[in-house]
């Protein structure tokens, strides 16, 4: 369940998108019995989680599709030989255009004016980090500085 306000966490989003990738399907047993089950579609998945700056990326997701589809459909046009070869390739080029946008959307692109930042950035970006600045003196140890030992001394003093 979403929560609203502030109180919202990163495995709230998480749900969210997983939830939003899942694909119903419609079963039948061997009894002739008739189910649909829901199921978590990868390509669907992995359209929402690319970080492109392109105004046709989606229209290059379209193509993408629709080029596995008819290689997938060779089958019905071919000789079965020559149609598990084209299928063969049509798989190799779709994975070499998967791996491509993949590359692309892990490229993290920043200037002066403008930052694009990558999935891993937005991620790590909502998770809190504690940074702590310890300045060793002769006197005291490491462990000392890390406990605060030095600033209860400072205190007595």
């Known amino acids: ?11 709230d989003m998480t749900d969210l998108v997983l939830q939003s990738v899942h694909t119903a399907k419609q079963v ?3 009894d002739g019995k008739i189910s649909i089950i829901q199921y978590l579609d990868n390509m669907s998945l992995w359209c929402k989680t690319l970080s492109v700056a392109s105004n046709t990326l989606s229209q290059v997701i379209f193509e993408l599709m629709e080029w596995i589809r008819n ?9 079965v030989e020559r149609a598990n070869e084209w299928e063969t390739v049509v798989m190799a080029v779709s994975e070499s ?7 692309k959307s892990s490229e ?6 403008n930052k694009q930042s990558t999935l891993l950035d937005k991620v790590n970006r909502s998770s809190s980090e504690k940074i702590f600045t310890m300045k060793e003196n002769a006197k005291g140890s490491l462990w000392d500085s ?12």
């Not at 369940?1 to 495995?11: L, P, T, V």
């Not at 255009?97 to 590359?103: F, N, Q």
């Not at 890390?146 to 003093?157: P, T, V």
């Open 1 to 11: 369940m979403i929560q609203e306000g502030d109180n919202a966490s990163s495995n």
């Open 28 to 30: 039948t047993d061997d």
């Open 71 to 79: 290689g997938g459909a060779a089958k019905t046009n071919m000789c």
């Open 97 to 103: 255009v998967r791996k491509t946008l993949d590359s």
């Open 108 to 113: 993290s692109m920043v200037n002066k004016d």
């Open 146 to 157: 890390i406990m605060g030992k030095e600033k209860d001394k400072m205190s007595d003093d």
